[in-house]
């Protein structure tokens, strides 16, 4: 019965757009449909390839009967997000920087093999006709990350005198976005778009909800992470910070703590031109023993196990953690 109507109400459109009362009315078949075709359904995407074809959509129209205009769109969707691209002739293909970028504004993790599905949406007049979707596995891979439109301003920018501290896309949710800031002094904030007031959020009732235009937020001193739900325009800050500790950088008391920096290009952590002696140094939170990783294997990937401490050597380095993968990895060049 739904197709029935689906159908007559195809009809009527088609009509509305394509008969005058002295022509003769066109007819749409009830089984019209387009079909999908991937080509391959299997992809590990790959940096050195990113120029290359990682997926070939193609697709064909079946019984329409009709000489009308058609809109067509790629519609790829992970879990319950989706994206659409415009498409015009078939075939239509992707590169692996492309597809890439899809599969992370999913939501799709680096590294790990996903499912996307992928349809194409022919309209005809005002209404689409019936297709399947396609499944593809894809694994995507880590690249640089585009910061939002969003930043944080406050004093410690000197509410406009300095850049905007980004907001980045939370990895694997797409509806979070993170930033981390340094208060030096305790101050005030708010989030605003592309650097300029016209569109910003502030707090008016200090309840974690944000407002359009609300009240300035109030901060002190210290390094935080503030993580903002785009969808239910709620925000959370927390201290955060993570730093290089031992005896191979200035040494293992409190006050000792080398601050790393957020890379959110590579949602990486780093501190660069780092002097270091020979020694050992491990990697802590929050200026505290209570999480704290180091490398006993000396391999490059982090462990909490006894007797861990990363033996360094004299020199100036550039320390990155990449605290986003499983397991977590550094290294010191």
């Given amino acids: 019965m739904k197709r029935i109507i689906y159908i007559m ?11 005058d ?85 999913l939501g799709m993790k680096v590294g790990e093999t996903s499912e996307m599905k992928v349809e194409i949406e022919q309209k005809v007049g005002a209404l ?18 585009d910061p939002t439109q969003w930043g944080v301003v406050g004093g410690f920018t000197q ?36 650097n300029k007031w016209e569109e910003n959020f502030g707090d008016d009732g200090n309840d974690k909800t944000l407002e359009k235009g609300g009240a300035n937020i109030k901060v002190a001193v210290g390094r935080y992470k503030i993580l903002w739900d785009i969808d239910a325009n709620t925000y959370t800050i927390e201290a955060y910070t993570w730093s290089i500790i031992g005896d191979g950088a200035k040494g293992w008391n409190a006050g000792d703590d080398i601050p790393l920096e957020y890379d959110g290009t590579t949602n990486t952590w780093k501190a660069t031109n780092v002097t270091l002696k020979d020694g050992g140094i491990k990697f802590r939170f929050n200026n505290d023993w209570g999480i704290n990783w180091g ?39």
Avoid at 56 to 79: C, D, L, R
Avoid at 90 to 101: G, I, Q, R, V, W
Avoid at 300 to 329: C, M, R, W
């Fill in 21 to 105: 009362k002295d022509q003769e009315k066109v007819v749409l078949n009830s089984n019209a449909n387009v079909t999908t075709t991937v080509t391959p359904n299997n992809i590990v995407l790959e940096k050195n390839n990113d120029t290359q074809t990682a997926l070939t959509v193609a697709w064909e129209t079946h019984n329409v009967n009709v000489q009308i205009s058609s809109e067509y769109k790629a519609i790829f969707s992970y879990k319950d997000k989706e994206t659409q691209v415009s498409v015009t002739t078939s075939p239509k293909t992707f590169s692996a920087a492309e597809l890439n970028k899809i599969a992370i504004d």
């Fill in 9 to 19: 109400s195809l009809l009527f459109t088609l009509c509305l757009v394509g008969c």
């Fill in 159 to 194: 509410w406009g005198g300095q850049p905007d501290v980004p907001f980045w896309k939370v990895i694997g949710e797409s509806s979070k976005y993170v930033a981390y800031i340094t208060i030096k002094e305790a101050g005030e904030i708010k989030f605003r778009k592309d």
């Fill in 295 to 333: 490398d006993k294997n000396m391999d490059g990937v982090l462990d909490q196990e006894n007797d861990n401490n990363i033996k360094v050597t004299a020199g100036t380095y550039t320390i990155t953690v990449d605290f986003s993968a499983t397991p977590h990895t550094y290294t010191i060049k």
């Fill in 128 to 145: 689409s006709l019936p297709t399947q979707k396609q499944v593809v596995k894809v694994t995507p891979y880590a690249d640089l990350i």
